[in-house]
């Protein structure tokens, strides 16, 4: 069935490091794409999405362009902060209902 | 606005009780899921509603999870006969339509401890 595979964690690097957490997925059609952050002590929160292929979500400074011919979905930031320290979890969503969720990947930004 | 509320924030349970864990989603968002996640993993499908209807259940794990919306808005996830293993947060979400393009969001979850 559909799924995605992200890089394993943990990730850490130093304040204004350059990241890339990859997410790879398989799917049969044509899903929607998903990057959640969940920050410590708080819920799962949308952080950028990309609905069909050769669209780049951004938000906060991330970015992730969907790329069909590579079934890839990889985030990045080109300088981290010690603020998006979290857990970042890929995901798809085929045409309707359940999201399908990567096993997160920690990161972990020092100052 | 208000966004997904989930009650309690925690539970602690006895292996063989039972467990009601309640959602209260965005107002007007007619997809209601749930999910569970488990320590050190991403969140596991286990239901979804359209309105008042289960449209696809095909994640509960087995006869002893089940899940109402009786007038598509707050829904209750219903453990039976509760086992260690149930142990995880079990988290709510909620979207506008049921369409893969609507973002799907997320309550603060409910921690489930069973002793």
């Known amino acids: 069935g559909d799924s995605v595979t992200q890089m394993e964690g943990p990730v850490t690097l130093s304040e204004e490091a350059f990241l890339t957490i990859n997410c790879t997925y398989t799917?049969?059609?044509?899903?929607?794409l998903f990057w959640y952050v969940q920050y410590p002590g708080e819920g799962l929160q949308l952080l950028l999405k990309?609905?069909?292929?050769?669209d780049k979500g951004g938000n906060k400074g991330f970015e992730a362009t969907y790329r069909k011919e590579t079934t890839s979905f990889h985030l990045e930031k080109g300088s981290v902060q010690v603020s998006d320290s979290a857990v970042y979890f890929c995901a798809l969503s085929p045409n309707n209902n359940d999201m399908r969720f990567g096993a997160g990947t920690r990161l972990t930004v020092k100052p | 606005g208000a966004g997904v509320s989930q009650t309690p924030s925690n539970k602690v349970t006895e292996k063989g009780k039972y467990v009601e864990l309640r959602c209260d989603p965005i107002?007007?968002?007619?997809?209601l899921y749930w999910y569970r996640q488990s320590l050190g993993q991403g969140p596991e499908f286990l239901i979804y509603?359209?309105?008042?209807?289960?449209?696809?259940d095909s994640g509960l794990p087995n006869d002893r999870f089940f899940a109402v919306r009786p007038e598509g808005s707050v829904s209750t996830l219903k453990i039976q006969r509760t086992e260690r293993g149930d142990s995880a947060v079990y988290l709510c979400?909620?979207?506008?339509?049921?369409?893969?393009?609507?973002?799907?969001?997320f309550g603060p979850g409910t921690r489930l401890t069973v002793l």
């Open positions: 990309a609905t069909k292929a050769d």
């Open positions: 107002s007007g968002h007619t997809a």
């Open positions: 799917a049969t059609g044509y899903p929607s």
């Open positions: 509603f359209q309105g008042t209807g289960a449209a696809d």
């Open positions: 979400a909620s979207s506008l339509t049921p369409r893969g393009t609507d973002t799907q969001y």
